[in-house]
C-alpha cells in the first residue's frame, strides 16, 4: 500500500488560512469517507483533528475542518495561530482493511 | 486519567526479536480497537498492526506480516507487539493508539525500538 501524497511544507501568516491536500485512490481516500487528520508537535505524540472526513473531535478547534473530493481529501486551518506549526498527517482505511498515512505536511506559521 | 504507557523498546540486532508493551489505564481497554504505529527517526507515521476490541481480529502492515504479531490481554488491559526476524528498516519509535480501526483518538508517548548491529 502506498503513502498518501501530501505536499511536504506549507506556511501561512497568523490569521490566514491554509489549506493541506491528501491524494490517494479509489482504493483508499476515494472509496470510504474514513479519512483523519493528526497533528504533531516536535517531540509529542499525534492528536487526532478530524476523522471521517470531516469530524471535529471534542476539544479540537472549530478553526480545523476537513473535507474530501474524489480521491483527494483536505485539512483547512483558518485563522492561524503559532501553536497551529506542526506537522500534520493524513490517513485513510484502505480496502485491503489497513490504514495508510501520508507523508507528512510541515506546517510554519510566519 | 487516560493513559497509554508504552515499554519494551531497546537496543535489538538484525534478525532479533523483542515484545513491546502497551499499559492502559482511564478507560474500558476492552471496549476498544487498539493500534501500533510507528515513526522512524525524522520520517513520518507507518500503521504497522491492529486488533479488534475482543482480540479476536488482527490485522498487518505488509510490510509486517509474518513478522510481527499482535494480542492483547483484556484482563491486564494490556497490549502486545510481539516482533521478530527484526530489519535495520523496524527501527522506528513505536507507538500504541486507542480507537477504532480507521482512526485513533489517543496515543501514548512511544517507545524506541533499535535495531542494529
Known amino acids: 500500500q502506498s503513502a498518501l501524497t501530501q505536499p511536504a511544507s506549507v506556511s501561512g501568516s497568523p490569521g490566514q488560512s491554509i489549506t493541506i491536500s491528501c491524494t490517494g485512490t479509489?482504493?483508499?481516500?476515494?472509496?470510504?469517507?474514513?479519512v483523519s487528520w493528526y497533528q504533531q508537535h516536535p517531540g509529542k505524540a499525534p492528536k487526532l483533528m478530524i476523522y471521517?472526513?470531516?469530524n471535529r473531535p471534542s476539544g479540537v478547534s472549530n478553526r480545523f475542518s476537513g473535507s474530501k473530493s474524489g480521491n483527494t481529501a483536505s485539512l483547512t486551518i483558518s485563522g492561524l495561530q503559532a501553536e497551529d506549526e506542526a506537522d500534520y498527517y493524513c490517513?485513510?482505511?484502505?480496502?485491503?482493511?489497513?490504514?495508510?498515512f501520508g507523508g507528512g505536511t510541515k506546517l510554519t506559521v510566519l | 486519567e487516560v493513559q497509554l504507557l508504552e515499554s519494551g523498546g531497546g537496543l535489538v540486532q538484525p534478525g532479533g526479536s523483542l515484545r513491546l508493551s502497551c499499559a492502559a489505564s482511564?478507560?474500558?481497554?476492552?471496549?476498544?480497537?487498539m493500534t501500533w504505529v510507528r515513526q522512524a527517526p525524522g520520517k513520518g507515521l507507518e500503521w504497522v498492526s491492529a486488533?479488534?476490541?475482543?482480540?479476536?481480529?488482527?490485522f498487518y502492515a505488509d510490510s509486517v506480516k509474518g513478522r510481527f504479531t499482535i494480542s492483547r490481554d483484556n484482563s491486564k488491559n494490556t497490549l502486545y507487539l510481539q516482533m521478530s526476524s527484526l530489519r535495520a528498516e523496524d527501527t522506528a519509535l513505536y507507538y500504541c493508539?486507542?480507537?477504532?480501526?480507521?482512526?485513533?483518538?489517543?496515543w501514548g508517548q512511544g517507545t524506541l525500538v533499535t535495531v542494529s548491529s
Open positions: 493508539a486507542k480507537g477504532v480501526l480507521r482512526y485513533s483518538q489517543l
Open positions: 482511564g478507560f474500558t481497554f476492552s471496549s476498544y480497537t
Open positions: 486488533i479488534s476490541s475482543s482480540g479476536g481480529t488482527t
Open positions: 479509489s482504493s483508499d481516500v476515494g472509496g470510504y469517507n474514513y
Open positions: 471521517d472526513v470531516s
Open positions: 490517513s485513510s482505511y484502505t480496502n485491503s482493511s489497513t490504514l495508510v
